[in-house]
Nanobody, 126 residues
Framework: QVQVVESGGGLVQAGGSLRLSCAAS????????MGWFRQAPGNERECVAA????????YYADSVKGRFTISRDNAKNTVYLQMNSLKPEDTAVYYC???????????????????WGQGTQVTVSS
């Protein structure tokens, strides 16, 4: 089992940047595919980015491609989400998740992830 804790959320103006961190503890996080999901009020939870165990494969939602970058440091059991050129529509609670996810084609599906953090709020003002 692994526990994940997000940090780095906050309030930022449109066009600004934030970096989210996800610290994993328990079983070695390098065993897991890691994903960042977000959920805005009234919306379904969506995957914004995900990264394979070795960081050889990444996934980005179309809405964040070119603006967000996911990375991981397995030595530190930490995953990052660098968010640039933020827009008001990026406002949401952002969740970090860990899962086995045996197929890369399913890396964006929330039901592939067994372990979730409590979320961190990101608010982008216009």
């Amino acid at each position: 089992q692994v526990q994940v804790v997000e940090s780095g959320g906050g309030l930022v103006q449109a066009g600004g940047s934030l970096r989210l961190s996800c610290a994993a503890s328990g079983r070695t996080s390098s065993r897991y595919v890691m994903g960042w999901f977000r959920q805005a009020p009234g919306n379904e939870r969506e995957c914004v980015a995900a990264i394979s165990r070795s960081a050889g494969s990444t996934y980005y939602a179309d809405s964040v491609k070119g603006r967000f970058t996911i990375s991981r440091d397995n030595a530190k059991n930490t995953v990052y989400l660098q968010m640039n050129s933020l827009k008001p529509e990026d406002t949401a609670v952002y969740y970090c998740a860990a899962g086995i996810v045996p197929y890369v084609s399913r890396i964006h599906l929330s039901n592939e992830y067994a372990y979730w953090g409590q979320g961190t709020q990101v608010t982008v003002s216009s």
